[in-house]
């Protein structure tokens, strides 16, 4: 006991090391609380992103494939791929290109049940329409249409491997991607 009282009389009568100890812990505690709130923010917005149709489809793909056009002529392509699934709405972009071909593809889809419909635009050539199919799970077979152009459209999902082809009756005769996370 007479250390103690020894310690505060030079002190002053306060204990500094004291008040250094509970502002930590207190420093420490809010941090720890910041991030807890960090992740909770984190996981919530995650699994909204997650849950509904397009869910499986959710992130950034990239890989490769090859485009056929109205020649018959083939070229490998390299492209990416990110999906934006939000409930039962989903933003898309793909971008697809070889030494001689690119194309840019934009959607914006939304389900009902296992109807599918929304609008998308090639941006490389400024052509845009609609689309209409089903599907869900990961898997999908669509219709893109617009003025003069119809294209068939198969996207199949399993866990992290991806697969996408297209079928045109344009110049642009198709395309066969594989796509990986």
């Not at 329409?129 to 990961?138: E, H, I, T």
């Amino acid at each position: 006991m007479e250390h103690l009282q020894a310690y505060r009389a030079a002190g002053g009568g306060k204990h500094r090391a004291n008040k250094q100890f509970w502002t930590s812990v207190l420093t420490r505690r809010l941090l720890v609380a910041a991030a807890v709130l960090f992740v909770t923010a984190v996981a919530s917005s995650e699994s909204r992103a997650q849950s509904g149709p397009f869910a499986p489809l959710a992130g950034s793909w990239s890989g490769a494939g090859t485009v056929t056009l109205d020649d018959g002529s083939t070229e490998r392509i390299r492209c990416r791929a990110k999906y934006a699934p939000i409930g039962p709405t989903m933003e898309m972009s793909l971008t697809c290109a070889s030494d001689a071909y690119k194309f840019n593809l934009g959607a914006s889809v939304k389900a009902e049940g296992s109807a599918i419909t929304g609008n998308w635009s090639e941006t490389s050539r400024n052509i845009s329409g609609s689309l209409q199919g089903r599907g869900g799970g990961g898997n999908y077979e669509l219709v893109a249409s617009a003025a003069g152009f119809n294209a068939n459209i198969s996207l199949k999902t399993s866990g992290n491997k991806q697969s996408v082809r297209m079928r045109a009756d344009s110049q642009f005769r198709g395309a066969d991607m594989t796509l990986s996370r």
